[in-house]
Structures are given as structure tokens and as C-alpha cells.
């Protein structure tokens, strides 16, 4: 448990480096390198915490079964020194890459215009010269980028500098990693608003400036950047258009978005059902989710090779997975946090995981100490926490609540373990993360655990399925991806319907105002001590002793019964959509413009004209049409404004156009 001391007081150490690096007010950052004297000093304290072992050991026996408890370890001189070694070196660790450094000539972020001057009238333009040093992603109409930056002309003075800048674009073009651009715009430092430090946020990704206003030009050079990583990309970029035309929106979206990591086209008002719900972290990549996923990946290697050799077929495919969806920060952060859950799991290990997750989490923030300001790392850490140390002790309470209940045949068979396992570990997760999502964004869903709950059982088979069609169709195999996502549709319309309904109901989300850093101590406090005390047991008595028959054994196969209802959903949704010899005629809600979808009596499509929001478009198209249904038979557009054409053009991307 040493390694785990040492991380929670090296990242203790980055949260005080931070206060007192913002009370003195320094200005420049200490040399990087300075956080390595501390750490180089551990080898000091290991002795003397072995020395001091040595001297007061004492040949005592303690027999348990005599009722006697051995003592504990105690803290020793070398210990504490350790720890104090640790909490240096985070504090110097942050001290030589605080939020803001001190900025050269050299430095892109040192020409940047104040954010409240970005906007003026006479704010001067300036030119970079570099390549898109990220993967492209489109939401609606705009398109947002990194730039690499190699040259920065200003008042027509060219100077070598280095850094990143993020800029929106349109849609017209489309561009691609490694991809060498010119850039004119507006140069500004990112501004920091009300409730939220949004320079903050681009400086944990390492950018420090932002464009605006930006006009981009086409360079022609060879490709730049990361050759690795552009053939990650490309990969990626060729699952998104696949899963763009296979289904239609906004199921694509939310299937971009858990399979991909690619959750920038999901409208915002689904977006915003999904965080009122609490369920928000189903349509990203998440360590809870992918842990979940990786469950039942481990049960069904067991079965084929082995409990122990399963657990490394089990992380070597989702260290597969995290490669193929591009390898970015949160996906990789997702990846080794689910890792950690499967050992634990595969291992009966959780002190081992424990201190794993601390290891990891440590080693995160040693790469870059802004990450422990990251939200996205904090909920992945709190929720593989909860796995590891809450999942256990509520899944064997659910067993006892079943067996006082006499209904123990449902936790026999695979379907039956399955189930039971996954609503525990999604109501694990919810406890442990529930604090943090009160305390960043100041609600609270009470429905959270009713739609997990309800949603929970579709994920596997968007995961699972939905991974394999997206490989089929990067392979090459589009039809046989697109039988294979019938079952994903069936179960993202399920999630979707579930999270609008949940959402639509009186008081499902409760602002919280004052919920500070004392409460959530207090909360995370709370939870140490019930899991400690452990007083389910007198709950359990009581539901004992309102035990009822034994009509479980009567239940139809739970096997049987889900394969049942989802061919018959299917069945029911193809028999449904099939031409019924009447004229139909949609009036489309796409906003600004106008959009009119036509199906004749044959059944033939016709599209006239579409607004110009492509995410609006797609979305009443997808609503409107079968889910299998990707051809248009005739697009007909009444004038070339934009309003009228814009989305009209993004079309052939989503669909087959016959006329």
C-alpha cells in the first residue's frame, strides 16, 4: 500500500503547489526538472523506515482464533518522510507547468490579444503557419481544429515560434490530421467565464490561444505531425462515415460517440436530456463503461481459456479497442481505468487494483500535472474506484436480498449473473460519481438511478455489436456491418426513448446551490463510513421476514424472452415502415429554412430543400424514415440560398442519392 500512500500524497502535493504557487503570486514557472530532487531522495527514507522496521520488531504471535487482533502497521520516521518527499515533488511538479507559464518571443501564446479585446474593431490579424495537429470534428455546421504552429507572421515579420491553437471553420472543406495550413485570424488567450475557466480547460490539452475569425488555406507540403497516429485517425475517420450513413440520426451521433469517442455531432438538446438523467457518461467513453464492456468480455474468455489467462486477452483487446478509436486522452484514460476494474475483478484483488488505480492516476498527472483539474479524469477515477471497492459489496448483498426473498433462481445461468452484476456496478459507479457531478454542475437527477437502471441492459449490445458492425464496415464489409446494427439501433432507440421519457417527468433534475468543497468531503466521508459499517445487514433481516413464494422458478427463460422481444421489435418496425398506398408528406422542423420530405404511394423518397442545420436535417430525417432505409430517390432544391441548400448539401454523406 506504500505506492498508493506515495500517489495520493504526490497528487496532494500538485493541489498545494497550486495555492501556493497563486499566494505568492509567481509569475514564472521553477525548471521542470526540479520535481526529480525530491523524488531522488526516496531512497533515504526507505531506509530509515527499514532501519526503524528492524529496531522495534518483536517476535510476538497474535492468534486470531484466540480472539486476539494483530496490530497494524504504524507510521515510521522513513514513512513520513517519504510521504512529505512525495508531496514536494508534486508541488514542484506543478510548479514548472502551472496553468499559465511565463511566455517568450518563442512562444505562440506570447503575441495572443487579451480575450475582452479579441472582438474590437481594429484588433490586429495575424498568420500561422502549421498542420492540424488533431482529429477533425464537425458539429452541425462547424468544424473545430488544432493547429500546430511552425511560423507567426505579424505586421509583415515572420518569427519562429512554438504552440497550439483551436479554431472553428465551416463544413465546405474538410480536413485531415497531419494536413499543412495556413491560417489567418484573430490571436486571443481563451476567456474564462462566470462558472467555467474555458483557458483552463484548453491549457490541461496543452493550447493556449485561440483563433478567431479564421480563414484557412490549403498548403502544399507532405504530411506532418505523428505518422502513427494520422493511420489511427485515418482508421477512425473511416468508422464515422461508415456509421454515418449505416444509421440514421440521431442514433449515428450517440453510436459515434460510445464507439468512437466522437460525441461532438449529438444535438445539444439530447445532450442536455442525457445530463439531466445522470446517464450522460453511456454516450462517451468512459472507464465505468468500458469496464462494464470488458466484464463481459472477461466471462466469455473464461470460459475458453482460462479464469487468469482471460484477464490478459481481456485488457490486450481493450488496449485493441483504444488504439482503434484513435488513442486520444480520454479514450486511453477510459482504457487503463477499465483495465484496472477487469484485474481487480479477474484477480479477486482489490486492494492490488487499488493501488493500481492510485499508480495510474499518479502517473497521469506526472505526464501532465493539470490533468487532476480534469472532470473527465476525476468521475473515471471515482467510478473505477467504486467498482473495485463498492460493486463487490453490493452484488453479494443482492444475492443475500434474493435469497431472503426465496428467489435465487434468478441469479442462475449466464443471463440471470449478468443482470445481477451490471446493476450493480452501474449503481456502484452512480454512488461514487454521483458527489462529483453535484458539485461541478450543480444538479442533481433524481432519476438517474430509474434510467440507468432501465438503460443499462441495451449498452452491452451497443458496445459489443456495435464495435463489430463498425470493424465490418472498416473492413470493407458494409452490408454485413449493416445487418450486424440492427441489434445497436434497437437498443439506442430503446436508450433514447428512456432518457427523453425520464427527462420529460416533473422534478427530474434539482438545481443544488452551495454544494462546496466542504459538502463533498463530507459526502465522500459519509460513503467511507457506510461501506465500513456495513449496516445492511439489519435491512436485510427485515426483508426476510417478508419473504414471499417462491414464483421465480416460474419466469420465463430470461434467454428466451430477450431475443423473443427484440424480433418481434423488429419485425413489427419493417412491417410498419413497409409502403401502405397513401401519399405522405413531412413538413420538416430543421429551423431556419425549409425542409419537405415526400414518400409517394410506391414508396419512393423525395427530399425538397433541407434549412441549413445538417444535424437538424438528419435528425427529422431520422425520425421520419426506417432506420435501414439510407436511399433518397430525388433531392429537389426550389433556390440556391442557404437557408435552403446548406444542408441539403451534406445529403450524399449520410445517404445514397439516386436522381
Known amino acids: 500500500m506504500a505506492l498508493l500512500y506515495g500517489s495520493l500524497a504526490y497528487m496532494a502535493g500538485i493541489l498545494i ?67 512529505a518527499l512525495c508531496a514536494v515533488a508534486g508541488a514542484l511538479r506543478y510548479a514548472g507547468h502551472p496553468f499559465t507559464p511565463c511566455w517568450t518571443p518563442a512562444d505562440l501564446a506570447y503575441y495572443n490579444l487579451p480575450a475582452d479585446r479579441a472582438f474590437e474593431r481594429n484588433a490586429p490579424q495575424v498568420t500561422l503557419l502549421g498542420f492540424v495537429d488533431s482529429y477533425p470534428l464537425v458539429a452541425d455546421v462547424k468544424q473545430r481544429l488544432v493547429i500546430h504552429v511552425d511560423t507567426l507572421e505579424v505586421d509583415g515579420m515572420q518569427h519562429a515560434v512554438t504552440g497550439r491553437v483551436r479554431l472553428n471553420t465551416g463544413i465546405r472543406e474538410r480536413y485531415r490530421y497531419g494536413q499543412p495550413v495556413r491560417v489567418t485570424g484573430r490571436l486571443a488567450t481563451p476567456p474564462d467565464f462566470d462558472s467555467f475557466s474555458f483557458r483552463e480547460y484548453l491549457a490541461r490539452k496543452g493550447v493556449h490561444s485561440v483563433l478567431y475569425g479564421a480563414v484557412i488555406e490549403m498548403v502544399e507540403a507532405p504530411p506532418q505531425g505523428n505518422p502513427l497516429l494520422a493511420a489511427l485517425y485515418a482508421v477512425r475517420a473511416r468508422g464515422e462515415r461508415f456509421l454515418n450513413r449505416a444509421l440514421p440520426e440521431p442514433y449515428a451521433a450517440l453510436a459515434n460517440g460510445m464507439l ?32 462494464l464492456i470488458a466484464g463481459v468480455i472477461l466471462a466469455l474468455m473464461a470460459r475458453i481459456v482460462g479464469g487468469r489467462r482471460a484477464i490478459w486477452f481481456t485488457v490486450a483487446g481493450i488496449a485493441g479497442y483504444a488504439l482503434l478509436v484513435g488513442g486520444d486522452a480520454a479514450v486511453m484514460r477510459a482504457g487503463v481505468m477499465g483495465s484496472l476494474a477487469v484485474v481487480a475483478t479477474g484477480m479477486n484483488r482489490r486492494s492490488t487494483a487499488l493501488v493500481s488505480l492510485g499508480a495510474a492516476c499518479a ?84 432519476v438517474s438511478l430509474l434510467t440507468n437502471l432501465l438503460i443499462l441492459p441495451a449498452q452491452p449490445p451497443i458496445m459489443l455489436a456495435g464495435s463489430a458492425g463498425a470493424v465490418a464496415g472498416i473492413m470493407g464489409l458494409e452490408p454485413v456491418g449493416r445487418l450486424i446494427l440492427m441489434l445497436p439501433w434497437l437498443c439506442l432507440a430503446w436508450t433514447v426513448h428512456i432518457v427523453q421519457w425520464t427527462a420529460s417527468l416533473p422534478g427530474a433534475s434539482l438545481e443544488i446551490a452551495g454544494y462546496h468543497t466542504t459538502a463533498l468531503v463530507a459526502t465522500y466521508l459519509a460513503l467511507v463510513v457506510v461501506k ?105 432544391l426550389t433556390h440556391p440560398d442557404s437557408d435552403h441548400m446548406v444542408a441539403q448539401t451534406e445529403a450524399p454523406t449520410r445517404y445514397q442519392i439516386n436522381f
Open 532 to 636: 465500513t459499517q456495513a449496516p445492511w445487514r439489519t435491512l436485510f433481516e427485515r426483508i426476510r421476514r417478508w419473504s414471499i413464494a417462491e414464483w421465480g422458478r416460474r419466469l420465463v427463460n430470461p434467454t428466451a424472452a430477450t431475443g423473443l422481444a427484440m424480433t418481434t421489435a423488429l419485425v413489427w418496425t419493417a412491417v410498419a415502415s413497409l409502403p401502405d398506398g397513401r401519399l405522405h408528406l413531412w413538413f420538416l422542423d430543421v429551423g431556419q429554412g425549409d425542409g419537405i420530405f415526400i414518400q409517394t404511394p410506391s414508396g419512393r423518397q423525395i427530399l425538397i430543400d433541407g434549412g441549413s442545420s445538417p444535424e437538424r436535417l438528419f435528425s427529422e430525417l431520422g425520425a421520419a424514415m426506417p432506420f435501414w432505409d439510407r436511399t433518397l430517390d430525388l433531392l429537389v
Open 363 to 446: 502517473l497521469m498527472t506526472l505526464l501532465n500535472p493539470l490533468a487532476l483539474w480534469d472532470v473527465g479524469l476525476q468521475l473515471s477515477s471515482a467510478a473505477t474506484a467504486g467498482l473495485i471497492l463498492v460493486a463487490p459489496d453490493l452484488i453479494a448483498a443482492f444475492r443475500r436480498a434474493l435469497s431472503a426473498l426465496h428467489l435465487n433462481t434468478l441469479t442462475r445461468g449466464p443471463v440471470g449473473s449478468f443482470f445481477e452484476e451490471s446493476l450493480m456496478v452501474t449503481l456502484a459507479a452512480n454512488l461514487t460519481t454521483m458527489p462529483l457531478v453535484v458539485y461541478y454542475f450543480g444538479r442533481l437527477s433524481v
Open 17 to 83: 503547489g497550486r495555492a501556493v504557487f497563486d499566494w505568492l503570486g509567481v509569475r514564472c514557472p521553477l525548471p521542470e526538472w526540479l520535481w526529480l530532487v525530491p523524488l531522488g531522495l526516496l531512497p533515504l527514507g526507505l531506509f530509515l523506515h527499514r532501519c526503524h522496521r528492524a529496531r522495534s520488531a518483536v517476535a510476538m504471535r497474535w492468534p486470531t482464533s484466540a480472539g486476539f487482533e494483530p496490530p497494524g502497521p504504524s507510521a515510521t520516521p522513513g514513512m513520513i518522510l517519504m510521504l
Open 260 to 291: 468512437l469517442g466522437i460525441e461532438s455531432g449529438i444535438p445539444d438538446e439530447l445532450y442536455d436530456q442525457f445530463n439531466a438523467t445522470g446517464s450522460s457518461h453511456v454516450i462517451v467513453i468512459s472507464g465505468s463503461n468500458v469496464a
